[in-house]
């Protein structure tokens, strides 16, 4: 089962390559900061030394939903350092995932006595106790998710090409993929100027098949996977503006075309009058979407310490747009150890075909989710990482722990009746812990 563990994702916006090297020690800091922050890898992955001709870099992720999903993911990448400056990466990541997730039904506003079972998207079959009025109902699942990445990075005096590929396997969801970029140094390599592309071909494959949108669900659309493509583009530029300050500005650009609706999601049908749910239809989202971001961001070197800022903008053709603002601050603590505080926020309007619920009678419109992940949401995000050397050994450590608060619409406005006076998005509380390991050798 596919699973998104926070705010709907877009293309990755990756920023330009770091200019190279200064005499300034300066610069050489501001240099491996740049790449700290625009990196997309593992955390707080240390660099390797001058003599080093292999990188390795090991994390542990534990993400935890209150009451609902739970996620544990151990990672591995191991990088071959050339004397020429090529680069070959490859890396291995495990995700084991399990818990419950909203089904997009509403609560049923009837007290009830009936023990239910129901076929999970797992493939299990449950039994379920007699829900409280007012609770949202949630389908339970677990899966395992394996992805395989690789990219092999060329130097080629002012250039720099970068070609990656990406597989990855879980029991209803396969990717397949792969990218290229090139980043060229100009302005006496002052600056960098970044393009890039990437395509995925991803096959869904539901347990028990997929079922037509905006119904029962008791009729199929196919047993067989469904086919779901994604082009993305990629353009950006990072300048040095002094010694101490680097910035960056990167657009990205993604087309999805194929099945892209949740197979497991459903809304409910609500009495006009009473607002009780008299029964439910699977959910159906466009085929297409386009998707578009742009991303400023900052590095600026202080005596000794780091400050990193960004702002995102985020927008696509189903009129659900984004802002996120994130600010990390590295302090040295001095021994090779450093404290770094996080702050992000982030918020996003819905989907025009957005529907908490449907009412009977009415028009059953061309696409509907009750999904909230597109719906109108704000998320806050505090944490820290703590970074050191473990009693003079070689390679740095680092543990990073984040709490982050999802906030949406308790009381709509399309809902009506006995729904009205229901608390129908409770905040949810979700805890992150990222133990990473990283040395050269």
Avoid at 314 to 339: F, M, N, P, V
Avoid at 395 to 412: A, D, M, T
Avoid at 436 to 441: E, I, L, T
Wanted: proline share 7%.
């Amino acid at each position: 089962m596919r699973m998104q563990l926070t705010s709907p994702p877009t293309s990755p916006p990756a920023l330009p390559a770091d200019p190279p090297p200064r005499p300034s020690s300066i610069r050489r800091k501001l240099s491996a900061a740049a790449c700290i922050l625009i990196a997309s890898g593992l955390p707080a992955a240390a660099r390797a030394g001058a003599g080093a001709t292999t990188q390795l870099d090991t994390s542990l992720l534990l993400y935890g939903e209150q009451a609902r999903a739970k996620v544990t993911e151990p990672v591995v990448r191991i990088t071959r350092l050339y004397s020429s400056g090529q680069r070959l990466s490859a890396q291995l990541a495990l995700d084991v995932i399990s818990g419950a997730s909203p089904s997009g039904a509403l609560p049923s506003g009837v007290i009830s006595t009936e023990v239910q079972t129901r076929t999970t998207p797992s493939g299990n079959v449950e039994t379920i106790p007699p829900p409280a009025p007012d609770q949202i109902p949630t389908t339970t699942f677990k899966d395992t998710r394996v992805a395989f990445d690789a990219d092999w990075t060329r130097p080629l005096g002012r250039f720099t090409t970068t070609l990656g590929g990406h597989v990855s396997h879980e029991k209803d969801y396969q990717s397949l993929g792969g990218n290229a970029k090139l980043s060229i140094d100009v302005m006496h390599r002052l600056a960098t100027i970044t393009i890039g592309g990437g395509y995925n071909h991803d096959q869904v494959d539901p347990v028990g098949g997929t079922p037509v949108g905006l119904t029962d669900g008791s009729t199929l659309l196919t047993s067989d996977p469904s086919k779901k493509e994604v082009s993305s583009a990629l353009v950006g530029i990072s300048r040095v503006l002094t010694r101490r300050w680097l910035v960056g500005v990167a657009a990205t650009r993604a087309w999805e075309r194929g099945y892209l609706t949740e197979p497991y999601k459903v809304l409910s049908l609500l009495d006009p009058t009473s607002g009780l749910t008299v029964g439910q239809l699977t959910e159906k989202r466009p085929s297409t979407r386009v998707r578009g971001d742009i991303q400023a961001s900052s590095v600026y070197h202080l005596s000794r310490d780091v400050l990193y800022t960004s702002y995102r903008y985020y927008r696509d053709d189903w009129s659900l747009k984004s802002h996120t603002i994130d600010t990390k601050y590295r302090h040295e603590l001095g021994g090779q150890a450093y404290l770094e505080p996080h702050l992000r926020y982030y918020t996003q309007s819905a989907a025009d075909f957005y529907h908490t619920a449907l009412i009977q009678g009415e028009a059953i419109p061309d696409y509907a989710t009750a999904d909230y992940r597109v719906g109108h949401l704000q998320t806050g995000t505090v944490g820290a990482t703590l970074g050191f050397h473990l009693f003079g050994s070689p390679g740095e450590w680092s543990l990073r722990g984040e709490y982050v608060g999802q906030f949406g619409e308790s009381h709509p406005n399309d809902v009506t009746g006995v729904q009205q006076d229901f608390n129908l998005f409770h905040p949810l509380n979700i805890a992150t812990f990222v133990a990473a390991y990283s040395v050269g050798f």
